[in-house]
């Protein structure tokens, strides 16, 4: 490689030998040397494209080549020396002097662009606006949408799948407003300095033509030849045997095949594997390896084995000489270079144009090369020149048109590849069409000029020819492989764009074009005519299901552009004509019927005419019509134009109105045969097919195009001849002659009946859709704001709904005038605030509009029309009207349409109707049913709604009736039982009928009942008030002698303990209502109130029998979750803090965690119920096969299962204790001084014994004064331990590292006062209570410290110590967020869980024989907290409560080494712990104290100023000027988090009933709280005493406390502790993703696809990606998952911010995703940013999920998620 420093250029002076790259000097010397050699070649006319590639060659392999057994991983390129010799020099060259003066001389003239031009990456925000964009392809940047008005208006948010640009400055994107204001100070100067020097444009000329046939000769071949650059065959190329093993990216091998496949040939480790897939993912392509020829080969053999396995395609892989590489390298960095050159001026694009438009000799221009050779280049390669291509030729008009005009004649070529390739349309140069394409006046050159539309449609129409069957329609095979023909329907994407500006002008060349194409649709929609048509399946069901999707998918493109298609057409009077006569002709061409074939005569009512025959129930029908229904779309516009289908315009060889309703009464009929289940035998398929025909996604080319035909059939068709065709097809001409149920009694088959009878029905309502569904512009005078106002009308009749399921209901087609809906929905119904906030705004019909209402909407599904009705008649009924849904006002048809309405009076069908109310009112009458009934009513309603209107002067319907007896029969059906449903109904047609014929209504029976009924409510409402009286004043005097007689009996209530169920709320507590004594509670101490107890009795939620909890009774137990927890911690980003190993395991860390965390669901089971229950459920769980499993919500291996009752998570259980004041009596009370208590503690550590266990380090013989274990002795010696007696070691060290455990027992010399504090009995429990308590504890200690299970670890009993704290800690900071009162609001779960884990707690000392570790841990504590040295912790580093509990529950060990803890009672012994600790935690309020912590405004003079003063002289604060009242004030706040959690503790421990204050809001004061504990109130009282002093000293002495009060920067933690919060999110969620599309992935310096925000720390992360993958406890994780680890032990809230959703992980392998807290202004939230409203931010959701997390229950959530999912396709939780 060096030997290219040493070659001299040839054709000028300038040398390269001997050039170091550490030289800079050198190298600046030689940039300037090169740019002067070529402004003298140029000046000389001799510089040309070969003195560029000469460096080029020279230098690109000396920078950019990889080195042997190099890769993409490792290699690291001198960007320094390319910037400055190749890329400086270009520069420098075309400028003639310094770059950067001469761009700033250019801006000095004001040459800012006006159109902004933005290249998108992926990923990155765009911005449309609603009311001003052409289309919802008009997007905005971020910083455009920040300085332009339509952020004022209706915008929406999205982001961008990359290649697309801003359209920011593009007049024909926007309707108004086009500019922002960055780009609107370009209008000014946009006519300005356009032109350049000559000498720079010709400079300028030949570097963007050198450049860009480089780039394109070198990223388009693999060919050594193509970088010799001329340099002759003299150059010995092959003589550097270093090549690349290059991999290339495909869509068909997954990443971890790849990954796999990696590892075992280039034997790297997984992370090595996962980057360079990664890289191969990102960039298209990754070289593997750099190394010799014959290794680079036989790398790529292995790849191509390994992945063609299985049938598959091998994985492309290539082997390049390294100097390939490196040339592809720096073509790809000279694109970058040329696009940012790009941005400089206008005038430098024109340049860029010029020379990408020019063909050279032998070879096409750069743009059409680009164009063909796409398919070959990878994605980053792709991407470059796409971006290049935008940037230098879409911000100028004439440049984009050029761009287009070589795009259209290339089209089918490049949607050829597209085709063949496997790379995403994003990747694709064919994605270009969407920039082009969607301009409307180059869109209307293109088809007018350019013949676009056939081009297209001729490319489509070739690939569905493969698709064609024998009689030349499509036919799909089921094959998932086949992905060519959905590739192939991308191109009706652009189709909607060429037709998505309709044209006001036309002109003969755009006539001529677009007739032109559209004979090409005409051709596809011929291809589709019939296609995937089913014949009724008979006797046996259909075997294998006939593929429907693929001609769905085709329709649901294609049905845009159809109406786009028409919407053309009718706008140019010579174009519908053609096209009108061009349909028919194809129509004439393609006949469904025999042409020969003579029709059979058909007759009823006195009226015949000849059918056509086919048989629906046994030939093949299809739903696919669309030529039909395009004819159908056309026809509505011939009225404006006065076309008429007998008109002299078509006169041509045409199918008559009857065969064109043919295919889609068929159809029909089909429809109607499947409801009445003709057709179950023919699969899901069918049914499948019948749901999309209905569905909003298709309905308008299928359903509404079906209706509009069959009505036009009806208006062209004579009424009566029209409906016999209709009954015809039904096969209901028998139904409809009189003597049918004569004849139906002879075949008595009751399926036939019945099917006979549904078919009626149907075709009854297929006769309401023809003459009531009119609105439909052509059909009758309405607009599309009337279509859209009935659909909405329609769809609140059945509910109030929400905005984004009330736009669902709008057809595409409509849709995209989104203002125009809001306006509509704005007009028609109220919105609905949510009422609560997890709830969904929804609108509200306006009362005016519910006449509008029709029960047979066309649109309605079955359950749709069942729910609408009975909203509806409820709603009647309750406003007092006749209980029945009336048909609405019909708009006036159209004069074309106008015979429609003469259906309603023909004589078919009012023979029709006639017969259904004779058959009503005869009740023998088998062919009746209630639905005919009220389907005749209705078109009864219509007729006289019709009559009313006087909209037609032939319409004649009660004359014509009379004949038929029509309303002879319904007054007549009044009576008739069968109508009592409809009765409603059929009075209002009654009285309709008699308004209209000027008679009196008639109605004594239906107002008879109607008054009985009325009576008959209100009496029941009566008596039912008379019941509730007598009830309430029952009740009233049954409480009035429950109190008297408690009043009376108030002895018997104290004395006696009571058995009392707690789940039955009717029973009475007795302290509850008992009147309040004076005397205020006090919970421990020598003045203890009375310990209130109760046994009480539970049902077991699994064999539902009662147990009492007693000491000696079967054990039960509630369901409960232990988690490591760090929700509370004070400082979640300092490692040191948050590392457990670091902390003591004896107390809780004042760091507040990790510590293991209690809840439980309040479900009580027995236990052995419950190890039943388990059991079972984990048989089940391993017995069923992995492969079959559903996501599990909850994992047996590590003892989790789902409460039996509520399917709430759980891990252990929590066994129920009798009250500790029943287990362990009261202490005598005894008055031992504070101070002598404390001589007792020094007496206690002066003769603590220390004794040596495991491998000594020291003997006995030696100078340790320490005892020496025995058992250890003899284990260490190699001694049989069997052989000594009591050689047993008390605390399991045998042969384990030399240890040195602290113990004490009562020595004679200790004072009786003192000895008598520490009880010695102690409770005696069921061994099944020592059992789950062992559980319990078990799961405490593994989940605390994440360790393996151990019965008999010294930190088994701390543990729970801790997570008892923690949890109190917990409920105290939930209660203060919510701002509840401390003792009067605690939950079900709060008061079970604290409740029952201090009871447990508290006898867990009873579980032991031998209390040796608890005793060794309370001279531990009693060692750490009274001598404080300086080799342990300070009072900074331990929490409080945590020291408090674990001292509470190990102090009593002192008096009972070898026996069982007693259980504290709350006496004089716990009371100076708490008054201990409670004075320690002052201290460190006052040692954390700040000045900006006081109020210095008062200072007074009082005696306890004194004490203060003193205090803060002994810590060492500063005492002028500092008032001691504010001090003292500050302590008090300080304390109250402290003093609630001690409240909370103690009323649960001693029973004490809490004083009412406390159950109050705002009644926990600093005096209440103390008053409750004993404390005293003044520092004189606290430390009014020498040996509390000299403690005081010794904790202020400690190394770490000197370090903090001389400011000393150390990780301590603030008093009082706050409540933890999530981070706070901004109001504007756009804000959110702006800011975050700024992020890039931390490893691979790239965008982020999917970045995920941390809501407890807000830190960012690259989630879903192999590029931030790592590896936890040997299992590959996310980076969200890694950061749950770190940041909440496991446990993440993270907000997806480009998919607006919450993501919760129980990592690894559990997580859940849920609503975000950010709301439309609709108040709905926006999963995936699908509808892109903008959001604002829901402070109450927030709070939600605050409150969520804080309750530690995001592991419930997500089990609850995962049970109720019903996903079939799991999403890899450990892997984001």
């Known amino acids: 490689m060096d030997e290219a420093a040493d070659i001299v250029m040839s054709t000028d002076n300038v040398s390269f030998e001997s050039v170091p790259v550490e030289n800079s000097a050198r190298i600046k010397e030689l940039v300037t040397d090169i740019v002067q050699n070529w402004r003298e070649k140029h000046n000389d006319g001799l510089l040309g494209p070969v003195h560029f590639e000469e460096l080029w060659r020279l230098w690109v392999p000396r920078i950019y080549s990889p080195s042997l057994n190099e890769s993409c991983l490792n290699w690291n390129f001198n960007e320094e020396l390319s910037q400055e010799i190749l890329f400086n020099t270009l520069d420098k060259f075309i400028c003639n002097g310094d770059p950067n003066t001469v761009f700033a001389h250019m801006d000095s003239f004001g040459t800012r662009p006006s159109v902004c031009g933005r290249v998108f990456k992926l990923g990155e925000p765009t911005y449309s606006c609603r009311e001003c964009g052409m289309d919802s392809t008009c997007v905005l940047c971020v910083e455009c949408f920040k300085n332009s008005e339509h952020r004022h208006h209706k915008y929406k948010m999205g982001t961008s799948r990359g290649g697309g640009c801003c359209d920011c400055g593009d007049r024909e994107a926007w309707k108004k407003d086009p500019f922002c204001t960055i780009h609107m100070a370009g209008l000014t100067t946009e006519e300005q300095n356009k032109s350049l020097p000559e000498d720079l444009k010709e400079r300028t000329r030949l570097v963007f033509e050198t450049v860009l046939w480089y780039a394109y000769r070198l990223l388009s071949t693999e060919q050594v030849s193509d970088i010799r650059l001329g340099a002759g065959s003299s150059e010995n190329f092959f003589d550097i045997d270093t090549y690349c093993t290059i991999l290339y990216n495909d869509e068909i091998h997954t990443f971890e095949h790849v990954i796999n496949t990696l590892t075992k040939v280039l034997k790297c480790n997984q992370r090595s594997s996962t980057e360079f897939v990664t890289n191969i993912d990102r960039e298209g392509r990754a070289i593997v390896k750099c190394s010799s020829f014959q290794h680079c080969s036989d790398l790529k053999q292995d790849i191509e084995k390994y992945t063609s396995r299985h049938g598959n395609k091998p994985l492309k892989v290539l082997v390049n000489h390294s100097h390939i590489i490196a040339h592809q390298i720096f073509a790809g960095k000279l694109l970058s270079w040329l696009e940012r050159f790009l941005g400089q001026g206008e005038a430098f694009r024109a340049i860029f144009a010029e020379v990408v438009l020019k063909p050279k000799s032998m070879e096409p221009c750069i743009v059409k090369g680009i164009l063909q050779k796409d398919l070959s280049l990878w994605k980053s390669a792709r991407t470059q020149w796409h971006r290049l291509l935008i940037s230098g030729m879409l911000l100028e008009y004439e440049n984009k048109k050029a761009l287009a005009k070589i795009f259209t004649k290339n089209y089918g070529q490049v949607m050829k590849d597209f085709i063949k390739d496997d790379h995403d349309h994003t990747y694709s140069i064919s994605s270009l069409s969407v920039q082009l394409f969607t301009v409307p006046t180059l869109a209307h050159h293109l088809i007018a000029h350019d013949d676009v539309l056939y081009i297209l449609l001729n490319t489509l129409i070739s690939e569905c020819n493969r698709k064609c069957n024998k009689a030349g329609k499509l036919e799909f095979e089921r094959n998932p492989t086949c992905q060519t023909f959905k590739r192939a329907l991308y191109m009706l994407y652009d189709l909607r764009y060429l037709l998505g500006s ?300 929400p905005h984004s399921e009330l736009v669902k209901t709008i057809p595409d087609d409509l ?493 004679p010399d200790v004072p009786d006062e003192f000895k008598q504090l520490f009880p010695i009995q102690y409770p005696e429990l069921e061994t099944n209570h020592k059992e789950m308590i062992q559980v319990f504890a078990q799961v405490a200690y593994t989940r605390g410290l994440n360790v393996n299970p151990h019965p008999m670890d010294k930190r088994l009993v701390p543990m729970c110590w801790k997570t008892l704290g923690y949890t109190i800690h917990s409920i105290e900071v939930m209660l203060r967020d919510a701002q509840k009162p401390l003792l009067g609001h605690l939950s079900s779960r709060q008061r079970d869980c604290i409740e029952s884990l201090v009871r447990i707690v508290g006898v867990l000392g009873c579980t032991w024989q031998r209390s040796v570790f608890i005793n060794i841990h309370a001279v531990n504590l009693l060692t750490i907290f009274f001598e404080n040295g300086n080799d342990v912790s300070s009072l900074l580093q331990w929490d409080s409560l945590g020291f408090l509990i674990s001292l509470t529950f190990s102090l009593p060990s002192l008096s009972c080494k070898n026996n069982s803890t007693p259980v504290p009672t709350g006496g004089t012994l716990d009371w100076y712990i708490l008054r201990i600790i409670f004075i320690s935690h002052i201290v460190k309020i006052l040692i954390l104290m700040k000045d900006d912590d006081l109020d210095t405004s008062m200072d007074t003079d009082t005696n306890e100023d004194a004490t203060i003063e003193e205090l803060l002289r002994i810590i060492g604060k500063k005492t002028e000027g500092v008032s001691t009242n504010e001090v003292w004030k500050h302590v008090q706040y300080a304390c109250l988090p402290f003093l609630r959690c001690c409240v909370l503790f103690y009323h649960y421990l001693t029973d004490v009933k809490a004083p009412v204050n406390l159950t109050e809001q705002d009644g926990d004061t600093f005096s209440n709280m103390c008053e409750y504990l004993d404390l005293p109130q003044t520092p004189k009282e606290l430390f009014n005493s020498t040996n509390v002093m000299d403690l005081v000293k010794r904790w202020c002495s400690h190394e770490e406390v000197v370090s903090c009060l001389a400011q000393t920067p150390l990780q301590v933690i603030r008093e009082p502790l706050q409540v933890p919060r999530l981070i706070n999110l901004p109001n504007d969620y756009s804000e959110l993703i702006n800011t975050v599309s700024m992020f890039t992935c931390p490893n691979m310096d790239e965008d982020s696809k999917n970045p995920c925000m941390c809501l407890v720390c807000g830190e960012i992360l690259c989630s879903q990606s192999y590029c931030c993958q790592t590896e936890l406890n040997k299992t590959p994780v996310g980076a969200c998952n890694y950061h749950a680890n770190k940041c909440g032990a496991g446990i993440g809230i993270f907000l997806r911010v480009r998919e607006c959703e919450i993501l919760f992980l129980a990592a690894p392998h559990r997580g859940c995703l849920v609503s975000p807290p950010y709301l439309d202004d609709y108040g709905e939230t926006d999963q995936g940013l699908r509808r892109g409203n903008p959001l604002r931010l829901c402070r109450e959701r927030y709070k939600k999920l605050q409150t969520s997390w804080l309750g530690h229950s995001i592991h419930e959530e997500i089990a609850r998620s995962i049970e109720t999912s019903n996903h079939i396709i799991s999403i890899q939780w450990n892997l984001l």
């Open 502 to 801: 309709i044209p006001e002008t036309w002109t003969d060349d755009l006539r001529r074009s677009f007739l032109h194409g559209l004979s090409m649709m005409l051709s596809l929609l011929t291809m589709m005519q019939g296609m995937d048509a089913v014949t009724r399946q008979v006797g046996q069901h259909m075997e294998y299901e006939p593929e429907w999707e693929s001609g769905f998918n085709l329709h649901i493109k294609l049905a845009y552009c159809i109406s786009l298609a028409v919407e053309w057409c009718g706008t140019d009077k010579i174009v519908l004509v053609k096209a009108y006569r061009s349909v028919l002709k194809k129509l004439e061409e393609n006949p469904c019927y025999e042409p020969s074939e003579a029709g059979k005569t058909r007759e009823l009512a006195d009226h015949s005419t000849a059918c056509l025959h086919y048989d629906v129930s046994t030939k093949p029908v299809s739903i696919h019509l669309p030529l039909t229904r395009f004819l159908a779309a056309l026809h509505l516009h011939l009225e404006k134009f006065n076309l008429h289908f007998d008109g002299p315009e078509f006169q041509v060889p045409k199918p008559t109105p009857i065969q064109i309703i043919e295919p889609v009464l068929r159809a029909q009929v089909m429809i109607a045969q499947v409801h009445s289940g003709m057709w179950r035998r023919n699969g899901y398929a069918l049914l499948n097919t019948l749901f999309f025909y209905h569905n909003v996604k298709c309905r308008t080319e299928m359903l509404d195009r079906d209706i509009t035909l069959l009505q036009i059939g009806a208006s062209l068709i004579e009424s009566n001849e029209f409906l016999i065709h209709v009954l015809n097809k039904f096969n209901l001409i028998g139904w409809a002659m009189s003597d049918y149920e004569i004849n139906s009694l002879k075949s008595p088959e009751e399926d036939s009946v019945r099917q006979t009878i549904n078919l009626v029905e149907e075709m009854l309502h297929l006769l309401i859709f023809l003459i009531g569904e009119r609105y439909m512009p052509g059909v009758s005078n309405v607009t599309v704001e009337d279509r859209i106002r009935k659909e909405i009308i329609q769809y609140l009749c059945i509910k109030p709904l």
């Open 815 to 1307: 849709t995209y005038r989104e203002v125009a809906v809001d306006e509509v929905i704005q007009e028609l119904a109220n919105f609905k605030k949510p009422v609560h906030g997890s709830g969904k705004g929804v609108y509200e019909l306006k009362e005016e509009y519910y006449d509008d209402f029709n029960v047979f909407f066309y649109h309605y599904t079955r359950e749709e029309l069942s729910k609408s009705e009975e909203a509806q008649r409820k709603r009647r009924k309750a406003k007092g009207d006749l209980e029945c849904c009336p048909p609405p006002k019909l708009p006036k048809l159209n004069e074309s349409f106008s015979l429609l309405v003469n259906l309603l009076q023909c004589d078919v069908m009012l023979h029709i109707m006639s017969l259904v109310l004779e058959r009503c009112i005869n009740l023998r009458a088998r062919s009746f049913s209630e639905q005919q009934l009220h389907k005749t009513l209705h078109l009864i309603g219509y007729a006289l709604l019709e009559e009313e209107s006087k909209a037609y002067p032939f319409f004649k319907f009660i004359e014509n009736s009379h004949k038929f007896r029509i309303f002879p029969l319904m007054e007549e059906l009044l009576n008739s039982p069968r109508v009592d449903s409809h009765k409603g109904l059929l009075q209002w047609t009654l009285n309709k009928f008699k308004q209209l014929s000027d008679k009196k209504e008639v109605n004594p029976e239906i107002n008879a009942e109607a008054s009985t009924s009325e009576k008959v409510d209100n009496e029941k409402e009566r008596r039912a008030n008379l019941a509730a009286e007598r009830r309430a004043k029952l009740m009233a005097q049954m409480q009035t002698m429950q109190k008297n007689f408690i009043k009376n009996n108030a002895s018997l209530f104290e004395e006696t303990s009571t058995d009392v169920k707690p789940r039955t709320s009717s029973q009475i507590e007795v302290m509850d209502i008992t009147e309040p004594t004076e005397e205020q509670p006090i919970a421990l101490g020598p003045k203890q109130s009375l310990r209130f107890s109760e046994e009480k009795t539970y049902t077991c939620i699994l064999c539902q029998e009662e147990e009492k909890i007693t000491a000696t009774g079967r054990t039960m137990v509630l369901a409960a979750f232990v988690q490591q927890a760090t929700v509370l911690c004070q400082q979640k980003n300092n490692e040191l803090l948050m590392d457990i190993s670091k902390h003591d395991p004896l107390y809780l860390h004042a760091n507040l965690g990790p510590a293991p965390h209690t809840s439980t669901c309040g479900h009580v089971m027995h236990s052995d119920c419950w190890r039943k229950y388990f059991d079972i459920i984990m048989v089940r769980e391993h017995r069923r096969p992995y492969r079959l499993r559903h996501p599990a919500s909850f994992d047996v291996d590590k003892q989790e299962f789902l409460c039996p009752l509520c399917e709430c998570l759980s891990n252990t259980v929590l066994p129920l204790i009798p009250p500790l004041s029943i287990l362990q009596p009261t202490q005598p009370v005894n008055y031992i001084s504070f101070d002598n208590w404390l001589l007792g503690i020094s007496h206690v550590l002066n003769n603590k014994q220390k004794t040596c266990h495991g491998i000594f380090k020291c003997d006995a013989s030696d100078e340790c004064k320490n005892k020496h274990c025995s058992a250890c002795i003899y284990a260490t010696n190699g001694t049989n331990i069997e052989q000594h007696d009591n050689a047993e070691c008390e605390v399991n060290c045998t042969l384990q590292p030399h240890q040195v455990f602290c113990s004490y027992e009562f020595t």
